[in-house]
């Protein structure tokens, strides 16, 4: 069964420091994975996407097919990245699994 | 830059009784999508629609759930009679290509009486 598991309710950091949010899924074909961000008072909107290899607010993620993995990291986080982030699978049927989310506090 | 956008943005109903979401997706997008969210859970993926028929579906999308496109720019979900355990964020969402990004509205809070 797809699953998307976030391990870390919330992950405190201070500004400046690397932070690395974890993501582990299981599925057995070929999956897509995506992280959510959902800042306070707005939309869950699109951070980025595994196939993308892109860094989006000097954020990355790689996907770890050996350790079923997409864990998000960013090398110094800003107060601003405080926020919720999800984890998303979509399988080959255009279906959307979410992990729990982390709550990312980066404290001054 | 065009955003989903969703109505109510609460909407308080007595169990039993039906109750309509309604979501304008992004005019030219495709894929049609809705997620609900129970305060405190994650996000739960419920229906995706293309081409005017549901692609895909969870077990929680039962009997009681529906979602049309009644015309061009409206995209619905109906519940026919809500139970307490409904209440929660219902968000919709909307792609150009099923594909890639997808937009999401801001939600609508349900809650069931």
């Known amino acids: 069964a797809q699953r998307v598991t976030q391990p870390e309710k919330l992950l405190s950091v201070f500004k400046g420091a690397p932070v690395e949010l974890k993501c582990n899924y299981s599925y057995s074909g070929s999956p897509e994975l995506f992280w959510y961000v959902q800042y306070s008072r707005q939309r869950l909107q699109l951070l980025l996407r595994h196939i993308s290899r892109e860094s989006i607010k000097g954020f990355t993620a790689d996907l770890n097919k050996g350790e079923t993995s997409f864990h998000l990291k960013k090398p110094f986080a800003q107060e601003e990245d405080s926020a919720m982030y999800y984890c998303a699978l979509r399988n080959n049927f255009n279906k959307f699994y979410f992990g729990s989310g982390t709550k990312l506090n980066v404290k001054p | 830059e065009p955003e989903v956008t969703q109505t109510p943005s609460h909407q308080v109903t007595q169990m039993g009784q039906e109750v309509i979401l309604r979501c304008v997706p992004i005019s030219n997008h495709l894929y049609f999508y809705w997620y609900r969210q129970i305060l405190g859970q994650k996000v739960e993926f419920l229906v995706s629609f293309y081409n005017n028929e549901i692609s895909e579906k969870s077990e929680i999308f039962d009997d009681q759930f529906s979602v049309e496109r009644p015309d061009g720019s409206n995209f619905t979900l109906k519940i026919r009679s809500t139970k307490l355990e409904d209440s929660a964020m219902y968000f919709c969402?909307?792609?150009?290509?099923?594909?890639?990004?997808?937009?999401f509205g801001p939600g609508t809070r349900l809650t069931v009486t």
């Open positions: 969402a909307s792609s150009d290509d099923g594909l890639s990004k997808q937009y």
